[in-house]
């Protein structure tokens, strides 16, 4: 199942398919015959393996599938994998994680019917981090939203004169447009859009363009001017109204927008983080301090600090001068009154109070225009 992961990482990030991996071993646990997938519309993992065993000249049956995510029972863009599976007489599959997807499951039942044994949960949490933007999307029908901050140390996006570029440094700035080259579409609010007149490439340091260019999303009704540069080069331009970010969510869920970066401004920001839409932080910290202008969020309705928008640490990264922190909402705890020391995100404080994380709170709508 570790080699399996490690294929499936080798497929692109974005799009609108999860990434797989698949290993075929024969009854002496020799890996004969691997594969996975490159995208949607190309071969699925379990099938790519098996290609691969046909061309090597090996006879898939009796090996066992080791596959990364359940196999589909599905005709979508490419025949059902546990079909395939039985077809060339695998004699058991051993998966990672089940698939979610309402239109693709079933496909360990299916096997099971046919008389293979199916084991799932195999280095599940490991099959559960790969496909982290993929699950949240398919489960949740939107996308997962990535919130990325490039901030001065006191938290600012720009001095009081209005001016902001760079506060953070080439290095933090080539590592966001890498992320942006891994996600399915970039959103900025349509302020920062008239504002910036920023591009929202995914570019490579040379400036040239890398190959994937991520869906281009303006929230807000202000219309761009022609000559805006995000009419330009680029991935496909979408306005979409800001007054209801969960109808934008959902509408970019429909779209099969798996991963959601937002690029800015405050007012988008702020908006997310209000309505707890946010699953992700990419915050770069600058070792700048400018102690007036614009801050990166502005008032969340936070009065007390037990009702702070906490997310937990995944990573630190030093970038030349600066930092990326990497934090993830912290999931809803099971109940409105989760008894201190059980699973769900509590912060103690010095006082030796247990506070449970505010992230359990309903996603609030915002009204307001971004
Ligand atoms: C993949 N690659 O290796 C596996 C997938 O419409 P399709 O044919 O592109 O099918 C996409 C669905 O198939 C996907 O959402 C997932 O539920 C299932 N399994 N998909 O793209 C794979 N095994
Ligand atoms: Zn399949």
């Given at each position: 199942m570790r080699r399996a992961l490690a294929l499936a990482a080798l497929?692109?990030?974005?799009?609108?398919?999860p990434r797989v991996g698949c290993v075929l071993l024969d009854p002496g646990g020799r890996t004969v015959a691997e594969g996975y997938h490159r995208g949607a519309g190309t071969p699925h993992a379990e099938a790519a393996a098996l290609a691969d065993a046909r061309s090597r000249g090996?006879?898939?049956?009796g090996t066992t599938a080791v596959v990364t995510l359940e196999p589909c029972a599905h005709h979508g863009r490419t025949g059902p994998c546990a079909d395939a599976l039985i077809d060339a007489g695998v004699a058991a599959v051993h998966v990672a994680v089940g698939d979610p997807n309402p239109v693709a499951t079933g496909g360990a039942d299916r096997l099971r019917a046919a008389g293979i044994p199916v084991t799932v949960g195999l280095l599940a949490d490991e099959g559960e981090e790969l496909l982290r933007a993929w699950l949240h999307a398919v489960r949740a029908g939107r996308p997962y939203v990535t919130l990325k901050l490039a901030t001065?140390?006191?938290?600012?996006?720009?001095a009081v004169d209005g001016t902001?570029?760079?506060?953070?440094?080439a290095r933090a700035r080539a590592h966001a447009h890498t992320v942006r080259a891994q996600v399915d579409a970039i959103a900025v609010g349509s302020g920062t859009a008239l504002t910036d007149?920023?591009?929202?490439t995914a570019r490579r340091t040379d400036g040239g363009l890398f190959d994937h260019q991520p869906l281009r999303v303006v929230l807000g009704r202000r219309p761009l001017p022609?000559?805006?540069?995000?009419?330009?080069?680029?991935g496909e331009l979408l306005q979409l109204p800001g007054d209801d970010l969960d109808a934008a969510l959902r509408a970019l869920g429909d779209r099969e927008v798996r991963h959601l970066l937002v690029e800015g401004g405050p007012t988008l920001a702020t908006a997310l983080l209000a309505a707890d839409a946010v699953d992700e932080l990419h915050a770069y910290v600058?070792?700048?301090?400018?102690?007036?202008g614009a801050t990166?969020?502005?008032?969340?309705?936070?009065?007390?600090?037990?009702?702070a928008a906490r997310f937990a640490t995944e990573d630190v990264t030093r970038l030349g001068d600066d930092l990326l922190l990497v934090a993830r909402r912290i999931a809803?705890?099971?109940?409105?009154?989760?008894?201190?020391?059980?699973?769900?995100?509590e912060i103690e404080y010095e006082n030796g109070s247990v506070h449970t994380a505010q992230h359990g709170r309903p996603r609030r709508h915002t009204e307001e225009e971004i």
């Open positions: 497929g692109p990030a974005h799009g609108p398919n090996v006879d898939p049956r001065s140390l006191d938290g600012r996006v720009a902001s570029r760079w506060i953070t440094g007149d920023p591009s929202l022609d000559g805006a540069r995000l009419r330009g080069p680029g600058a070792p700048v301090l400018l102690g007036a990166a969020v502005g008032d969340l309705g936070v009065t007390t600090i037990g009702d809803p705890a099971a109940g409105p009154a989760a008894p201190a020391g059980s699973a769900g995100g």
